[in-house]
């Protein structure tokens, strides 16, 4: 995803990205708030009260590809865990929003005298949440992966989806459970074009690539061999020696 809006900020100092972000994001006039020029009320369904305390942003992630799938989820459970925080101590009035999974609502302030009087006229706290928002904001600027666990596993078990899909029209009868693991193994020691993500959505081997992986661990199908023997390439796979060897003979 690309964050047009969110550019230019310093997401190292919350403080000043609050300011900004209440001047930039948000136009007070009366009860309504206005987001590029569209009202709040009318655009969201809604008023909040105390909009001088909100900012709205955009969020990191969403469902284009595995890597924003993996970004959202790191986003939303750390702000989650944050909003968990603050209701057992008894801020759970801290709130987020999402609108049509494209804004967010964040409380940036503490509503003023929240924590009592001494505190109406003075300086304006920001809430925990803004500030793991900035954070993540600022992780994301120096780096646009959240989590390479995470976002590695959804690769992999797309990659796994992607070789059963391509793969099992190809396969023995008595194909093992974990065939498709087994032709990942394969790709990765022989052949790492074949399992390298493409679009975003995994690895794709081709139906040749398949039928060679196939062919190596003794998995495909008999009546797909004639066809690879003729095949450049994969003549040493298919030799008669291989085949008796791998039981394929």
Request: with cysteine; proline share 5%; charged share 30%.
């Amino acid at each position: 995803m690309t964050f047009d809006f969110m550019h230019g900020y310093d997401w190292s100092s919350p403080e000043t990205v609050a300011r900004e972000l209440v001047e930039d994001s948000l136009v007070y006039q009366g009860y309504a708030w206005k987001y590029r020029g569209v009202p709040v009320d009318s655009f969201y369904g809604r008023t909040l009260e105390d909009p001088e305390d909100w900012v709205i942003v955009e969020p990191i992630g969403g469902d284009h590809d595995l890597l924003d799938q993996s970004n959202q989820h790191e986003f939303e459970e750390a702000l989650s865990e944050v909003m968990n925080a603050l209701d057992a101590q008894g801020h759970g009035d801290v709130e987020m929003e999402y609108r049509n999974m494209r804004y967010l609502f964040i409380r940036a302030y503490w509503p003023r005298g929240y924590f009592g009087p001494e505190q109406e006229g003075g300086e304006r706290e920001l809430t925990p949440l803004f500030r793991e928002y900035c954070r993540l904001m600022d992780r994301y600027s120096q780096y646009p992966v959240l989590s390479e666990e995470d976002h590695s596993r959804r690769e992999y078990e797309a990659t796994l989806e992607n070789i059963v899909e391509v793969g099992r029209r190809f396969l023995r009868d008595d194909a093992p459970d974990d065939w498709a693991s087994q032709c990942f193994s394969w790709f990765w020691d022989n052949d790492q074009s074949a399992v390298e993500s493409r679009d975003g959505g995994g690895g794709y081997p081709s139906d040749d690539e398949i039928q060679t992986a196939l062919l190596a661990l003794g998995l495909l199908d008999p009546e797909y061999w004639p066809a690879l023997w003729e095949e450049d390439g994969v003549g040493d796979l298919a030799t008669e020696d291989n085949l008796k060897e791998r039981g394929l003979r």
